[in-house]
């Protein structure tokens, strides 16, 4: 009597799948971990233990746009609450775990004063075994609008574990106001990526220039450093970092000057817009 294989381990179906759609193998575990972590805090919202939660930053672009965004490390959620509460509310989420993944905060926290944000580390486990161990930045939630997203990354379903979906992710337009803002403001020294993300939404025919233009005059005022439409001078230390990531993500624009235009272009746009509603 042939005895039957003993079930595939995550570990090789992961590498398998990878190999066999064409992703990036990292790439891959982490759009798992980020999956496992928000089923873990749908669960909570079900319950009626979580008031609600959306993803932002790189992770929310990568679930949207897949390989056309840049990959990303870091998870960043938008929660209600102080930074202590959002950090109690994560912990209970968690403690449920999601399907046979388990979570475990580990590690000092590091409080991010200036953004109201709270960093730590989660270290995923699946069944018995170490999967993976992400960075988790907790910003208040302070947006109504929310996006449901189907993600639309490849290779989740050919592992064959539960994919949350949709996923709740920050609406576009004010993700796009945030990023304006950050890329333009006087703490704008490390956010030259935000130019290209913006850019990769506006090329793909996603950009609302009516909600974002709305949503930016909303954040710039909000936020108070800066006026909008900004004034837009790109350092000069950015043109090589965008020119490699435009190069990476087989990008429509190629060198400094087209970036540069082209993203003056779009908050000309975005002023106009604006000035005709």
């Known amino acids: 009597m042939i005895k039957p294989k003993p079930p595939e381990r995550l570990e090789k179906r992961l590498a398998r799948v990878a190999r066999e759609q064409g992703v990036d193998q ?3 575990r982490r759009w798992v971990s980020f999956l496992a972590l928000c089923g873990a805090l749908d669960r909570a919202i079900q319950a009626g233990d979580l008031a609600g939660y959306y993803l932002k930053g790189g992770v929310a672009m990568e679930l949207r746009f897949a390989e056309r965004a840049r990959a990303t490390k870091d998870l960043d959620l938008g929660m209600e609450g102080t930074r202590v509460s959002r ?3 994560l912990s209970a989420a968690l403690s449920a775990g999601f399907d046979q993944f388990t979570f475990r905060i580990k ?3 590091r409080d991010m004063e200036q953004a109201d944000t709270i960093r ?4 995923l486990q699946y069944r018995t075994r170490s999967w993976q161990t992400i960075e988790v930045d907790l910003g208040p939630a302070n947006v109504d609008r929310v996006d449901l997203i ?3 990354v490849r290779g989740l379903v050919e592992l064959g574990i539960p994919v949350t979906s949709p996923v709740r992710c920050l609406g576009l337009a004010e993700q796009v106001a945030q990023k304006l803002h950050a890329c333009t403001g006087p703490a704008a020294a490390d956010r030259a990526r935000d130019v290209l993300d913006i850019l990769l939404i506006d090329t793909l025919g996603q950009l609302n220039y009516a909600e974002t233009a709305d949503a930016a005059r909303r954040v710039f005022g909000a936020r108070a450093t800066h006026a909008f439409p900004p004034t837009f001078v790109m350092p000069p230390e950015w043109g090589p970092e965008l ?3 435009a190069l990476e993500l087989d990008f429509t624009l190629s060198t400094a000057v087209e970036i540069e235009g082209r993203f003056r272009e779009v908050i000309q746009l975005l002023e106009r817009c604006g000035a005709e509603r």
């Open 26 to 28: 990292e790439r891959l």
């Open 87 to 89: 950090l109690q509310s």
């Open 120 to 123: 730590v580390l989660v270290a």
């Open 243 to 245: 020119e490699t990531l």
């Open 150 to 152: 189907e993600p639309k």
């Open 107 to 109: 590690g000092p926290t």
